[in-house]
């Protein structure tokens, strides 16, 4: 192991030192009598996430003075006959950018919600996620294999829906989430399938490997490529998986910042560009990506439009923007889209942080001249007036859902009664 | 089912649409917040009376549960002594005796077992059978309340009364015990339709065609709008009614019978439909009768808004969700064939009443159980019932809070040192908030030359004010007051610097907007991305680690840019000059002398005028608040109260007026010199106006009020950080002050300030009879002079503003802690606002009114405590000629205390009349400075006498 550069330390570091965080706060709070106290939980989690960011922010430099670093393996996690789940990171300026940021926001965030969660009952959980959070964010960022970067992926999954669902003493929360969770886990399934296609025909699922996928037929790169879009689109919440977004914003301000301005609304993408290659290899998937971001971010600027309420509106923004960059990176404009990606977040998170300031920007800019309509309502108003009612119910896409889902729910219900042995 | 039955004979759908109007929640668009009282439409009734019919209409608490009573008798907050002075008037409304024995002991004794031992039913409807179920399966883990088996046999052959579920008023109600909630989908369309229709500018485009209102304007969307799965055909039905051009009401009859609700169910119906989503209903209703507040339209017309347009949409949405939903289920949609298929079993009391004897016996007390002693013990249980029994916890309460004041005061009165003849140093003149109380003591302990006042923070002065940056003027008094006067604020120096300022503002303002509003579109989110994306990320870091440093940096930086001019008030009006409004801009010398001799008068300042004399209006900033303008002055219509204290300044200054003051028997020395300023309580800035106008002969005197305010708001700042956690107790001032310009000025902090959570009581009288008492920031002061008023004219006059200005702030804060949920607005985590009117929990929710969480977590919910240095007769004739006050006072929403100004007998209003209250000779806690009180603790702290105070 002496042959493994710094770097790889640092970047495990970034990755473990938020989840050790969480585990000693979790620790403690099982063994003591008393969950902490606010300032000591606090000072841990910002400890911890701070330790990430530099952590990350060393990767970079070191990045910067020794030239790319590349893929390091560390042996195999788990070994089942054939079956191998290598620990590999895969350290580049695609991974550390993105690690670097979700860093920076997660540990703003923090700080934000010091304050902000002060003697509310969920505060020792907020915290705890934040930490589960962030590692799930640094796994995804610097995994050099699909099954590493899925326990990332799921993480980051599973604090996502605990946050809208944050507060469970109310019902629309609990639909909101269990909304979300089962869009994850619908598309998820993609992933988990992409990971086994890749084992079962390049008998590797190292990001090394499947930039050789050159190699298999094109239906089996395009089976792969499709299959990590689908994963992809349920976390960016790309049509038709766009319904939870609109619900998300549950959860305290500050989560949903992190989580639907910042993080885990772009992670999708992040997806995409980490298997490009693969995607690259698949001119129908490509093709798709494209007609799918563009719709998204049509659907999305629509509602956007008509939205009278101010995470509504700004949820729906997000989406618009983050189907262009889907958009870009089918195009393959790469770079073009991780640009937009970094300024994008950055915007919408400090965005979400000042939503509630809003009566007071009002109040101090003026009642600005109400923009009444727009160039479409002067021109053709029957198809103004249209599109306005398609947006205000959010081109009933939930319900569509719901109905979509309706006979299979009916035909659980039916097996489970059948099943059922009566006592 | 008969009591809720309609009792007129008239259209039960307008007698629905005009009692659900009154009882709806009364909050306008949230840029101005008045304090109000929630059940402001229930005053007419006795308050016990008013609260339980309220909150039962309204599915809320009407007091604080019977567990949050017995903790606080628990840590001794209430004492046994409170208690029976409550339960003593608690026989008494009920009109029984307590000689009469019951179970072998006093009825009053029986009564304080139920208080301190019964069940509560409004707890969860299973913890009673939980718990006895436990005791019954595993008695030995429980062994101290082991339910003896004898006991469980009495209760068993003389059961109390059951208690019937609260019957079904709706579909909904029924269909959700069938596990089927058909809000989920009626309120998720109504909210996206209500949101879109009163918007106040907050979307990029308004929706169209809103000037023919909701009704036409929602069947137009719905008929627009894409099928949906869950109300199956909505948008034929929405045609079809626009190709028929239905009216709102015809809709309503339509959906009423389709749903098969008879003509006698309807009233009742309506009522339960439209407090279902009280919030949106509420703001309907509040902009019917406010048309001024709602949206305005592109021509400068009004939305026009109809609560009938409101319940047409939702019985058009709730006729389509409703079959199916039944259908899914399987049970009828017809309303009088459903409502008669409720099985719900009444609940029996038998384990809760073995369970209360069994505690009964716990403490001690020998019972004689006889079948009809039992049969009396249970018929007890149901006139002192739930609410009976809270009602005495919160009489209990106050009545441990009124001893304390009470009981200060009169240590006060014979412990006060005479202050020293000299003539006062400095005069200040503070609104009467509670707020207040501290920096007030704070300024008189630093020597007895230094004097304060309380009068309501308009100073006087009803005005339209417009601010140099304003668009409009807007009403500065409070809100039962129409101004008659508009002042306008103007930029001092040459027109060349103020246009320039104005025009660069302006393009910031317009920058700032326009990325907003830009960044939510394809393209332009695109731009505002790469543009101000890494801007934002600066911004972020900056804001978020460094609070107060950033803003100070952000705030010269814009005065750098755009400097703020130097400003004057147009104050006097010299020749005619009319606003658009029509009001005449200014006042005349009579007029500003007139009203100016009325507030003088009326805090008693008429004569010993001091070099300086201070004026401070109060208000609040404070971001990322929603409910920032809560934090306002009530007085000034919930703004900052700056403007008036500053024109009251501009005006006495005058040679004029001062002249015209003397004809009115005041008469100011040339020596004397006023101020005006604002105190900001968020973050202890006293802003004062127009010092350039100060004469040289004052400056020495103006120096030394300096220091005394510096000191005074720092010691402010430390007291109120006493409440937050997160500055440690034994803190210095300079740190507490540097503390909450942090607060104030950050993004993550829900409680800049705790506003007027813990206001408790108000004084009304000379400052001599509370000068030197601690009172915790929890007194309204008011000052008003007795002795130079002859027909109780003055008294009428400051009752009239301060009685409901101070009952609405203290019930509301009184409702939103007894019930946050229903009547405050919950935590402010995921507050969302919307359409700049109003804001809802999460992504879509009820429009939430009333205070949130964070305000009122430390308030104790109490009527407010209003003790007037006058006489009973006085007071009485004040309320034979104040109606208001007069409802307040006799209906017990507020308590009266009067202070016999010469005499100092006091005497409590209760059960109609004045009784003679005996103060006990308490020895208060004594202390040098309130520093040395305040770091006592983060608790309420009970009156002490502060000895700086006067020496």
Not at chain 2, 603 to 629: Q, R, W, Y
Request: hydrophobic share 45%; net charge neutral.
């Amino acid at each position: 192991m002496n042959d493994i550069p710094w770097q790889a330390w640092a970047a495990w570091l970034s990755i473990l030192a938020p989840l050790a965080g969480s585990l000693a706060l979790g620790m403690v709070a099982l063994l003591a009598p008393n969950i902490p106290v606010e300032r000591s939980v606090t000072r841990c989690m910002q400890a911890c996430l701070a330790l990430a960011l530099a952590s990350t922010v060393a990767v970079g430099i070191g990045n910067g003075l020794a030239g790319n670093t590349g893929d390091i393996f560390f042996g195999d996690w788990v070994i089942a006959g054939e079956y191998k789940i290598p620990l590999t990171l895969r350290i580049d300026w695609l991974g550390i950018l993105f690690a670097t940021m979700s860093a920076l926001l997660a540990l703003l965030v923090a700080r934000f919600s010091r304050t902000y969660l002060h003697r509310d009952p969920g505060f020792f959980r907020f915290f705890f996620m934040m930490g589960v959070f962030a590692t799930g964010a640094q796994l995804v960022a610097f995994a050099g294999a699909l099954d590493l970067m899925f326990a990332g992926w799921e993480a980051v999954g599973l604090a996502s829906t605990l946050f809208i669902g944050f507060f469970h003493d109310r019902p629309e929360p609990i639909r909101s989430s269990i909304r979300a969770l089962s869009t994850y886990r619908l598309c998820d399934s993609g992933f988990l399938l992409a990971v086994v296609a890749a084992h079962e025909w390049l008998h590797s699922t190292t990001l090394a490997s499947l930039d050789g996928i050159s190699s298999l037929p094109t239906w089996q790169a395009t089976v792969i490529a499709a299959l990590l879009m689908v994963s992809a689109m349920g976390k960016s919440a790309q049509l038709p998986f766009s319904g939870w977004l609109s619900r998300a914003t549950e959860g305290p301000t500050p989560s949903s910042a992190l989580f639907y301005g910042g993080i885990s609304i772009h992670l999708g993408l992040f997806l995409l560009l980490r298997t490009w290659s693969v995607i690259d290899h698949s001119p129908i998937v490509e093709g798709v990506g494209i007609g799918i971001g563009l719709l998204t971010a049509l659907y999305a600027a629509s509602i956007a439009r008509v939205q009278p309420d101010a995470k509504g509106a700004l949820a729906h923004a997000t989406l618009a923007q983050v189907g262009i960059i889907f958009a870009e990176i089918a195009a393959g404009w790469t770079t073009i889209a991780l640009v937009h990606l970094l300024c994008h977040a950055s915007l919408r998170v400090w965005q979400y942080l000042r939503a509630p300031n809003i009566l007071h920007d009002a109040h101090r800019i003026g009642e600005h001249a109400h923009s009444g309509g727009s160039w479409l309502r002067v021109w053709v108003p029957s198809i103004d007036r249209r599109l306005c009612a398609m947006a205000l119910s959010r081109w009933r896409l939930d319900e569509a859902t719901d109905a979509l889902v309706a006979p299979v729910l009916r035909l659980s219900r039916f097996l489970a009664r059948a099943t059922r042995i009566k006592p | 089912m008969s009591h809720n039955q309609d009792d007129s004979w008239g259209d039960p759908v307008v007698d629905a649409l005009t009692a659900a109007a009154a009882i709806l929640p009364d909050q306008g668009p949230m840029g101005v917040f008045i304090h109000h009282n929630t059940l402001h439409s229930f005053q007419s009734l006795p308050f016990h009376q008013g609260v339980v019919r309220g909150a039962q209409l309204l599915g809320a608490r009407p007091y604080p549960l019977m567990s949050a009573f017995r903790l606080w008798m628990h840590d001794g907050r209430i004492e046994s002594a409170d208690l029976d002075h409550a339960l003593e008037r608690a026989l008494a409304r009920c009109g029984q005796v307590n000689k009469d024995l019951l179970l072998g002991m006093a009825r009053m004794q029986w009564w304080r077992l139920i208080w301190l031992h019964a069940l509560d039913t409004q707890q969860p409807q299973d913890l009673a059978r939980d718990l006895a179920r436990e005791l019954e399966r595993n008695p030995t883990h429980h062994s101290n309340a082991k339910i003896d088996a004898d006991l469980l046999e009495a209760v068993k052959h003389t059961p109390p009364s059951d208690i019937a579920p609260t019957p079904w008023q709706r579909h909904h109600d029924a269909l959700l015990d069938h596990g089927v909630d058909t809000d989920v989908v009626v309120h998720g369309e109504l909210i996206r339709l209500s949101g879109a229709f009163l918007d106040h500018g907050q979307a990029l485009i308004d929706v169209p065609g809103r000037e023919r209102g909701f009704f036409a304007t929602a069947l137009e969307l719905l008929a627009l709008g894409l099928p949906s799965h869950s109300l199956a055909h909505i948008n034929r039905s929405a045609q079809r009614w626009i190709n028929t051009q239905a009216s709102a009401r015809q809709i309503i009859d339509e959906a009423l019978n389709g749903l098969g609700v008879r003509d006698d169910q309807r009233k009742t119906y309506i009522m339960a439909t439209l407090l279902a989503l009280p919030g949106w209903a509420g703001m309907f209703a509040r902009m019917q009768r406010n048309p001024a507040e709602a949206p305005v339209l592109e021509h400068g017309t009004k939305v026009p808004i109809r609560l009938e347009d409101f319940l047409a949409v939702r019985m058009a949405i709730e006729l389509h969700a409703i079959p199916k939903a039944a259908a899914q289920v399987g049970v009828s949609a017809d309303w009088s064939t459903l409502r008669l298929t409720d099985r719900r079993p009444a609940r029996s009391r038998q384990l809760a009443a073995a369970l209360l004897l069994q505690n009964a016996r716990q403490t001690g007390v020998e019972l004689v159980i006889t079948p009809e002693s039992l049969r009396q013990a249970w018929a007890d249980l149901d006139v002192f019932n739930d609410e009976a029994r809270r009602a005495c916890g919160l009489e209990a309460y106050e009545y441990h809070y009124q001893r304390q004041i009470l009981d200060g005061l009169s240590y006060a009165r014979t412990h006060r040192p005479a202050l020293g003849k000299g003539s006062p140093a400095g005069q200040f003149i503070f609104c009467i908030d509670e707020r207040e109380e501290s920096i007030r003591r704070a300024i008189e302990e630093q020597g007895p030359e230094w004097v304060t006042y309380g009068a309501a923070g308009f100073f006087g002065l009803a005005i339209d004010y417009r601010g140099l940056e304003d668009f409009e003027a807007a009403p500065y008094c409070p809100v039962v007051v129409t101004p008659a006067h508009e002042v306008h604020e103007y930029a001092d120096d040459d027109a060349i610097v103020h246009e320039r300022r104005r025009s660069r503002m302006g393009a910031w303002k317009h920058m700032e907007s326009a990325i907003a509003r830009s960044s939510r579109g394809l393209i332009g989110g695109t731009g505002a991305s790469l543009l101000v994306g890494p801007i934002a990320s600066l911004f972020s870091v900056a804001r978020l680690a460094l609070p107060r440093d950033s803003a100070a940096a952000l705030h010269s930086v814009q005065e750098f840019v755009a400097p703020k001019p130097d400003t004057a008030l147009g104050s006097i009006r010299s020749k005619v000059n009319v606003a658009k409004s029509g009001k005449p801009i200014g006042f005349t010398i009579d007029e500003a002398a007139d009203r100016l001799a009325g507030l003088l008068k009326t805090i008693g300042l008429v004569k010993d005028f001091a070099p300086v004399v201070v004026v401070l209006g109060h208000g609040s900033t404070s971001l990322n608040n929603p409910h920032e303008s809560a934090h306002d002055c009530g007085a000034c219509g919930g703004r900052r109260g700056g403007a008036n204290a500053r024109l009251v300044a501009d005006l006495v200054n005058r040679a004029e007026v001062r002249h015209a003051l003397r004809e009115r028997g005041i008469d100011i020395p040339e020596s004397t010199w006023f101020v005006g300023g604002l105190h900001d309580t968020a973050d202890d800035r006293v802003d004062i106006a127009d010092l350039d106008q100060m004469p040289r002969s004052i400056e020495p005197a103006w120096r030394q009020i300096c220091v005394v305010l510096e000191s005074a708001r720092r010691a402010n700042a430390l007291e109120r950080s006493r409440r937050f956690e997160a500055l440690p107790l034994n803190a210095t001032p300079e740190q507490a002050l540097t503390h909450v310009q942090e607060r104030a000025t950050h993004l993550g902090q829900p409680r800049p300030e705790y506003g007027h959570c813990t206001n408790a009581c108000c004084i009304v009288g000379r400052r001599d009879i509370s000068r030197g008492l601690h009172l915790d920031r929890r007194a309204f002061l008011v000052s008003y002079d007795a002795s130079i008023d002859k027909d109780a004219g003055i008294l009428e006059r400051v009752l009239a503003a301060v009685g409901p200005v101070g009952a609405g702030i203290s019930l509301e804060y009184y409702f939103s802690s007894v019930d946050n949920q229903v009547f405050g607005c919950g935590t402010k985590l995921p507050h969302n606002v919307t359409g700049l009117i109003g804001i809802m929990n999460g992504h879509q929710s009820d429009l939430r009114t009333g205070l949130p969480l964070q305000m009122v977590e430390i308030h104790e919910p109490m009527r407010l405590l209003i003790v007037v240095e006058a006489t009973t007769d006085a007071l009485l004739q004040v309320a034979g000629r104040q109606a208001e006050v007069r409802e307040l006072v006799v209906n017990e929403w507020v308590q009266l205390v009067s202070v016999h100004p010469t005499t100092g007998a006091m005497h409590v209003w209760a059960d109609g009349g004045f009784k003679l209250f005996q103060p006990d000779a308490v020895e208060l806690d004594r202390f040098q400075y309130s520093p040395q009180r305040n770091c006592q603790g983060r608790e309420h702290l009970a009156p002490a006498w502060i000895e700086k105070g006067f020496a």
